[in-house]
C-alpha cells in the first residue's frame, strides 16, 4: 500500500506564488524519480518538472526560470516552488513517484489526487 498526497494548490493572482507539496507514504523501499504534472481542461496532461535519486532536474521550457523542483529524502516529499505565476498555469497539478516496495521489487509509478491551482485577476 502506497499513498501519494499533494497538498498547497489555491488561487493566486498573476506574478504571485505557491509553494506545492507532495509526499509519499506506505511500503516504500525507495523513490528513483519524482515529479509533477499539469492538466489543464480540456488538455493531456503534461510534464511540468521532475527531479531523479540524484537530485537531477528538468522542466518544461514554459516554466523555466519561474519554478524550482526539490526533495526531502527523509520524509519522500518532492515540492514545486511556483514564482512568477501566470494564468496559463492555471491547472490541476499531479504528483507522480516512481516507486520499489521492496529491494527485489522493480519500480512503479504512484500519482497523487491532483491539487487545482488557479491564477486569475
Known amino acids: 500500500q502506497v499513498q501519494v498526497v499533494e497538498s498547497g494548490g489555491g488561487l493566486v493572482q498573476p506574478g504571485g506564488s505557491l509553494r506545492l507539496s507532495c509526499a509519499a507514504s506506505g511500503s516504500i523501499f525507495d523513490i528513483n524519480r519524482m515529479g509533477w504534472y499539469r492538466q489543464a481542461p480540456g488538455k493531456e496532461r503534461e510534464l511540468v518538472a521532475s527531479?531523479?535519486?540524484?537530485?537531477?532536474?528538468n522542466y518544461a521550457d514554459s516554466v523555466k526560470g519561474r519554478f524550482t523542483i526539490s526533495r526531502d529524502y527523509a520524509t519522500n516529499t518532492v515540492y514545486l516552488q511556483m514564482n512568477t505565476l501566470k494564468p496559463e498555469d492555471t491547472a490541476v497539478y499531479y504528483c507522480?513517484?516512481?516507486?520499489?516496495?521492496?529491494?527485489?521489487?522493480?519500480?512503479?509509478?504512484?500519482w497523487g489526487q491532483g491539487t487545482l491551482v488557479t491564477v486569475s485577476s
Open positions: 507522480n513517484a516512481e516507486i520499489r516496495r521492496y529491494r527485489v521489487d522493480g519500480y512503479h509509478e504512484h
Open positions: 527531479i531523479t535519486r540524484g537530485g537531477g532536474t
